[in-house]
């Protein structure tokens, strides 16, 4: 790599918008991503409410009517959307389960978005003794 391609890549990587963990940062996440305010309704988050490492928190988030999308946020993290699913028509109890960074104790808030555009959330708190992925 020349010098002069290592500073074009550095300009660029500087000019990179960085990710800002806040409450703010996450509603608004969801906001783009739902379209609406979502009420409080039909999600179960299964995550443990004591965590003592958050470098793979397991978490399981399921609906219990049709959507056609869920989706997990966290405030804390360096970027608030940590996984968005979608789902056909014809799944009756839609579910994921995946394993998740959590940098520190924060609410866990999950999303589901129906074909008609209801959406809503459930949050669950979560206790990290371990933080992961924190910026310096």
């Not at 500087?14 to 940062?25: N, T, V």
């Not at 804390?76 to 959307?81: A, D, K, R």
Request: glycine fraction near 6%; include cysteine.
């Amino acid at each position: 790599m020349k010098r002069r391609e290592l500073v074009m890549a550095a300009a660029a990587f500087a000019a990179l918008p960085h990710a800002q963990a806040s409450d703010d940062a996450m509603r608004g996440a969801i906001l783009v991503w739902a379209g609406s305010e979502p009420a409080p309704g039909v999600l179960k988050i299964e995550i443990a409410e004591l965590v003592e490492n958050g470098n793979a928190v397991p978490v399981r988030v399921a609906a219990s009517e049709p959507v056609v999308g869920l989706a997990l946020f966290t405030p804390q993290n360096p970027e608030p959307e940590v996984v968005h699913v979608a789902f056909g028509a014809s799944v009756a109890r839609p579910e994921f389960g995946t394993r998740m960074r959590l940098a520190r104790s924060q609410r866990i808030v999950a999303v589901a978005k129906a074909a008609d555009g209801r959406c809503w959330q459930t949050a669950v708190e979560v206790i990290v003794t371990l933080a992961a992925c924190v910026e310096p």
